[in-house]
């Protein structure tokens, strides 16, 4: 495709590390003084309202807090620099350490729902887009629109009352059945991959029918709105005059919306799936609440409510993370899935 | 008005390429119908006919129609609408594809547009024989490549590997004429394809498309509102009017056409031997939109 220079390659690279790191350098700076401005006294948290002024005090300063504000920054900025992201209140864990293993289980859950979402969503908008008008249009739009507007943790609710509690058909809330805990080495910490892995496949159907609800739910969510895009997206291309063109040539209708109007909305159906499973990565918190999913969405949360300034910095680095580094893959993906792009 | 052959008296020898009497083309809109072609009727055999008319006249929906590509909200009805002996309006929609690109072809207006944006246009080309010739990719590539040469393209391997935006409005016609004929088609309707380019490369591609229709004997139909160049370039005239011809002369004859539309039309061009401070607009008369 394109025929960049060697240096200017290198350059290029360098010019974006550059940016991700002073992206990620704001938004720690950003975080680390709004959390100055929380109205949670951590101290109070930790030592209990009945503690005496001497243990407050002793534990004000092991915090650090009597420092001025712009040592503390400095403090941590150097600590973080090393390695260090310091202790989560709630756990008494590192914290790169629970999120470690918390984060695996949102993966897990938002992967499975994209992949859900987007192989349901797009086909339908697609359908919905060539048969635009017409009775399949109406009932895609029915179904889609459900999604939109109804919340989701009513249909989360609804689902486990009846797949779980009348029919039985799946699991309940948790990863898997409580007996099964912790039976598997973690290795990936998707416990579908660790379960195989490990051979054990009672373990890896009981996680498929604890997944599978939470899943589909929070997949229809995303699925709703991918499919209205690509209606929408389809219906801007299949005006175009190339595809009449591709028609005057006799081309069957399969291959003239998906060999060639198809494959002008790629692009944009990239972005706006990168961004969808950003924000599911960036955690589910209703759906992880209902179906007691012990991911991202929960542990920030959690930690959010006691103002741990710990364990939320790393929560709002990784999610800044996750969002470039989805954002630099959707850039690559362009470049492959159109010309116009390269240069 | 033309000379429709009558079915009885035609001969099997003498049958036109394209036959179209009482075409008529209306619009489905939110409110009632709109009658964008109100009973068109001509014949095509080995001969380049013009289309003129201006904007909104309806000549792009006639060429439309005979490829039977008029968006779904379009109504056509017609008393006989035929390539040959194919009803094209009873055909079902796999005949219609196999007669599309195959036999009956269009050269559209803009190839900005008209080409895909997001495939190489040897691809393009490629794809047109390969929908009609069950071959090998390597040899839709060789045809293409022998096709992209039949339109004067210098280094055809080259340009076969680039992508639209990469090639300039001359050479994207001319792309766009490789693609429509690499099929061997009989019929083919310009639309307009010379209208989006600058005047000079404008000449180029009408050459180029002169040739190749003398060459394979088609028979075209050049639709465009240049009534200059339909002269020096066509056989006969067609001229439209709010979706009915209104007359119907050969091309040597256009300076002696009676109707007062075709007259006003006329009238209406720029001269390089005269001095003119402005140009006559057409004083439009109810009367020419009843029938003729």
Known sequence: MGRFFKRNKI????QSLASVLVTLLLLVTLTFFLGQVMPVDVVSRLVGPDADQATYQATYERLGLDQPIIVQFGIYISRMLQGDFGTALLTGHQVLDDIV???????ELGTLALLIGAGI?????????VQRNRPADHIIRVVTLLGHSVPIFWIGLMGLLLFYSYLGWVGGGGRVEIYYDGLVETRTGLLLVDSLLAGDT????????????PATVLGYASMASLCRLTRSFMIDQLSQEYVTAARVKGVSEWNVIWHHAFRNIRVQLLTVIALTYGSMLEGAVLIETIFAWPGFGQYLTNNLLLGDMNAIMVCVLLVGVIFITLNMLADLLYKIFDPRTVQ | MSSTPRA?????????????????????????????????????GQEKLAIVGESGSGKSTVGRAIMRLNPPSAIVTAERLAFKDVDLLSASRKELRRLRGRHISMIMQDPKYSLNPVATVGEQIAEAYRTHHKVSNREARERALTMLEAVQIRSPKRVYDLYPHQVSGGMGQRIMIAMMLI???????ADEPTSALDVTVRLQI????????????????FISHDLNLVRSFCDRVIIMYAG????????????????????????????????RDRLPVIQRDDSWLEAV
Do not use: C
């Open chain 1, 11 to 14: 350059k290029r690279a360098a």
């Open chain 1, 101 to 107: 293993r918390v984060f695996p289980a949102t993966i």
């Open chain 1, 121 to 129: 969503g797009v086909p339908l908008g697609v359908l919905a887009a």
């Open chain 1, 202 to 213: 009672e373990v890896f159907w009981s996680a498929v029918r604890h997944i599978i609800l």
């Open chain 2, 8 to 44: 009885s008296d035609a001969a099997a020898v003498q049958m036109p390429l394209i036959e179209a009497r009482d075409l008529r083309v209306a619009f489905q809109m939110q409110r009632g119908v709109f009658q964008a072609i109100r009973g068109v009727s001509f014949s095509l």
């Open chain 2, 183 to 189: 099929s061997d088609p009989e019929v083919l309707i």
């Open chain 2, 206 to 221: 009408l050459a180029i498309l002169d040739d190749m229709v003398k060459e394979r004997g088609l028979g075209m139909i």
């Open chain 2, 244 to 275: 009915r011809i209104v007359e119907t002369v050969a091309a040597a004859d256009l300076d002696n056409v009676q109707h007062p539309y075709s007259r006003g039309l006329l009238n209406s061009l720029p001269r390089l031997d005269q001095k």
